[in-house]
């Protein structure tokens, strides 16, 4: 069952219309009134995918007991770095590098944000397929056009939602031809969407081809395979990512008890891979996943708060502990 405060952070999306000005910029309805009671608003985006769901509910929580009041607004990527240029976002917990670059450059030339780093070790991000293609013959970028194999595959690449980075790449690799892909369909859907696709074909054993990623519950779920990336389409390391924390400069500037914790909160790809799969396959409350991984790991939540404070000053760890029943670290 939620908390009031639990209720209160969940704003959920609003249509694009709604977000958009005829200039382009958002609504200045996103950003909360002026008050005194603002120090401790924490506004923070999230595009509609499991792993920064959980992150987000994670962190909001963690700030909840610290004495912040954390709401969240669900975002795409392209909105949200326009958000957090024009100060109307506060914090993004799922800048994909590189599939985000061109929208994470654009603003960062701005000069608006702050990069803490990464909050995920070991993502990666490519074309994948099922393990029979893969040793049918399949296990490079290179194979995929060649005549014995795509027609298998029918020529059609599977993709997530227009205007995400993975499907830009998807894009760039159809329009500029790389690997032979100038005359193949792309076919953009929803995540759920793309991930249905590919669970009918692994269990008919057909061909598929689709955006992969890691850390996601279809690691878990699918035996699936990276393809070798030569060209590096997809970045160097064959589609190795860096998930980053961004922040609002001047919100990050006013903030710097906050801004420490969000430096510090990181997690293995088989941790977020492990929260992604109890929110996003089992389809458990996002704050019973939440609370679950927290009381085992307590050790890891200390640690994010080293050198943190409430907002009344008192040491974090002891407030978070009994605010969230965690075990002793």
């Known amino acids: 069952m939620s908390t009031p405060l639990q209720k209160s952070r969940r704003i959920g999306a609003l249509p694009l219309h709604l977000l958009l000005t005829s200039s382009g910029l958002l609504l200045a309805s996103l950003a909360s009134p002026v008050s005194a009671a603002e120090d401790a608003s924490i506004m923070f985006a999230a595009p509609p995918w499991p792993g920064v769901t959980m992150k987000t509910e994670i962190a909001s929580e963690i700030f909840e007991a610290l004495g912040y009041s954390p709401s969240t607004r669900q975002l795409g990527a392209q909105i949200t770095y326009e ?6 976002v506060d914090v993004y917990l799922a ?11 654009a603003a960062m030339e701005k000069d608006a ?45 599977y993709s997530i939602e227009i205007g995400s980075g ?33 669970a009918n074909a692994i269990k008919r054993e057909e061909w598929v081809m689709f955006v992969g990623w890691t850390p996601h519950w279809m690691g878990i779920e699918y035996d699936m395979v990276f393809l070798d990336d030569p060209k590096d389409l997809w970045g160097p390391g064959g589609g190795e990512s860096d998930v980053r924390t961004l922040a609002n400069k001047k ?3 006013a903030h710097p008890n906050a801004s420490v914790f969000l430096d510090q909160i990181a997690f293995t790809s088989e941790e977020q891979s492990a929260l992604i ?14 609370g679950t991984w927290m009381k085992a790991n307590p050790a890891k939540v200390k640690g994010w708060l080293d050198g943190v404070t409430t907002r009344d000053g008192e040491p974090a760890w002891p407030a978070v502990q009994e605010a969230l029943g965690l075990p002793d670290a």
Request: proline share 4%.
């Open 83 to 88: 958000g957090m240029s024009l100060g109307e």
């Open 95 to 105: 800048a994909w590098l590189p599939g985000q670059s061109t929208m994470y450059n």
């Open 277 to 290: 799969f109890g929110y996003g396959k089992e389809e458990r409350p996002q704050e019973e996943v939440a």
């Open 166 to 198: 993975s499907s830009e790449i998807a894009n760039r690799a159809v329009d500029e031809d790389i690997y032979g892909l100038g005359d193949w369909d792309l076919k953009e859907s929803s995540t759920a969407g793309m991930l249905g696709t590919v």
């Open 251 to 253: 919100w990050s500037e």
């Open 113 to 157: 944000m702050v990069d803490f780093g990464n909050n995920v070790n070991g993502a990666r991000a490519n074309f994948a397929v099922p393990r029979y293609v893969a040793e049918a013959g399949v296990t490079s970028l290179n194979d995929v056009d060649k005549p014995e194999f795509a027609d298998k595959f029918e020529k059609t690449i």
